[in-house]
C-alpha cells in the first residue's frame, strides 16, 4: 500500500457546524497523522489539529489504507480510552460506518497515532 488521505469529520456541540478536516496518514506503523483543515494534508502538514468548540468525532473516511491496520486517536499526545479504528472500518466502500461519537472539548489537540 502507500500513504494516504483521508476525510474527517467533526460535528460542533454548541453550533451544529461540521467540521471536515483533511488527514494524511504515512505508509508506515508508529507514525503520526498530519491534518489540515484548508486543503490537502501532507507529510509536512501539522501532527495535530486544534478543535475549535467542543465536538464530537464522528467519521474518518478513506479509499484504502497504509500497510498499518489500525490507528489511535489521542488528545493533547495522551490516547484516548475508545479510540482505536482499524482501516478496514472507515473505507469509503463501506457506506453503512458507524459514527465514531468520540467527543473532544474545545481547545484540545486531536492527533492520531498508527498501530
Same mark, same amino acid.
Given at each position: 500500500? +502507500? +500513504? /494516504?488521505n +483521508?476525510t474527517?469529520v467533526?460535528?460542533?456541540?454548541?453550533?451544529? $457546524?461540521?467540521?471536515?478536516? %483533511?488527514?494524511?496518514?504515512?505508509?508506515? @506503523?508508529?507514525?503520526?497523522?498530519?491534518?489540515?483543515? !484548508?486543503?490537502? !494534508?501532507? +507529510?509536512?502538514?501539522?501532527?495535530?489539529y486544534?478543535? &475549535?468548540? %467542543? @465536538?464530537?468525532l $464522528?467519521?474518518i473516511v478513506? @479509499?484504502g489504507g &497504509?500497510?498499518?491496520?489500525?490507528?489511535? #486517536?489521542? $488528545?493533547?499526545?495522551?490516547?484516548?480510552?475508545?479510540? @482505536?479504528?482499524? #482501516?478496514?472500518?472507515?473505507? !469509503?466502500?463501506?457506506?453503512?460506518?458507524?459514527?465514531?461519537? /468520540?467527543?473532544?472539548?474545545?481547545?484540545?489537540?486531536?492527533?492520531? /497515532?498508527?498501530?
Amino acid at each position: 500500500m +502507500a +500513504a /494516504i488521505n +483521508a476525510t474527517l469529520v467533526m460535528q460542533g456541540l454548541r453550533t451544529g $457546524k461540521n467540521y471536515i478536516v %483533511d488527514v494524511y496518514a504515512p505508509d508506515a @506503523v508508529a507514525t503520526l497523522f498530519t491534518f489540515n483543515p !484548508a486543503g490537502n !494534508a501532507v +507529510a509536512t502538514s501539522n501532527a495535530s489539529y486544534r478543535v &475549535p468548540e %467542543d @465536538v464530537l468525532l $464522528k467519521d474518518i473516511v478513506a @479509499v484504502g489504507g &497504509p500497510t498499518a491496520t489500525s490507528f489511535t #486517536w489521542t $488528545k493533547d499526545g495522551a490516547v484516548i480510552a475508545g479510540g @482505536v479504528c482499524r #482501516w478496514a472500518n472507515q473505507l !469509503a466502500a463501506l457506506p453503512q460506518r458507524r459514527d465514531l461519537n /468520540i467527543p473532544i472539548p474545545a481547545g484540545s489537540f486531536l492527533g492520531a /497515532i498508527q498501530a
